[in-house]
């Protein structure tokens, strides 16, 4: 597989979720592209990379450009053209969260977390058992105590003192 943003080759691929778009916008990209303590210079093809016809790679493109606030990278980030929708995605970055675990871990959109506790689902109908792992959670941006996640099909509110990060 090939990392659409270093283009990095024979690499396995994670899904990252492109926050502030469509519902579920997500690109595979390198575990590398993933970490945000990676070096700038392994960024370097984005000087090609980010002309893609997918707009959620020219969306996190422009904001790996953005974050990485070098001389190289401000001069690609003034070259990059996006329409009006995707420009304004790309500026929609979310908020700074203080979400955490039952341990003090630190939380983002897209983490599998795993339930502590049985939880009475309100209206459902049902418990959600500790142990059951809760993949590709979302932050609720206003309360860093609540997450949000697929329990038994159903979108629920998770309170983050019941959870902890896989």
Not at 6 to 14: D, G, H, I, Y
Not at 93 to 108: E, F, I, M, R, W
Not at 129 to 149: F, M, Q, S, Y
């Amino acid at each position: 597989m090939t990392c659409p943003l270093c283009t990095t080759t024979n690499t396995p691929l994670v899904e990252m979720p492109v926050s502030g778009g469509p519902d579920g916008a997500a690109i595979q990209i390198c575990a590398l592209c993933a970490d945000p303590q990676t070096p700038p210079e392994h960024f370097r093809p984005l000087a090609s990379t980010m002309w893609s016809d997918d707009r959620a790679l020219q969306v996190f493109a422009a904001r790996t450009l953005k974050r990485l606030d070098t001389d190289w990278s401000r001069d690609l980030l003034e070259q990059l053209y996006l329409d009006e929708d995707t420009q304004a995605w790309a500026d929609n970055v979310a908020p700074q969260t203080n979400h955490k675990d039952s341990n003090g871990v630190p939380l983002a959109t897209g983490d599998t977390v795993v339930l502590i506790k049985d939880l009475n689902v309100k209206g459902a109908g049902f418990t959600a058992k500790r142990g059951t792992a809760v993949p590709k959670i979302t932050l609720v941006p206003d309360n860093d105590a609540h997450i949000e996640g697929r329990v038994e099909g159903q979108r629920i509110v998770i309170l983050t003192e019941f959870v902890k990060k896989r």
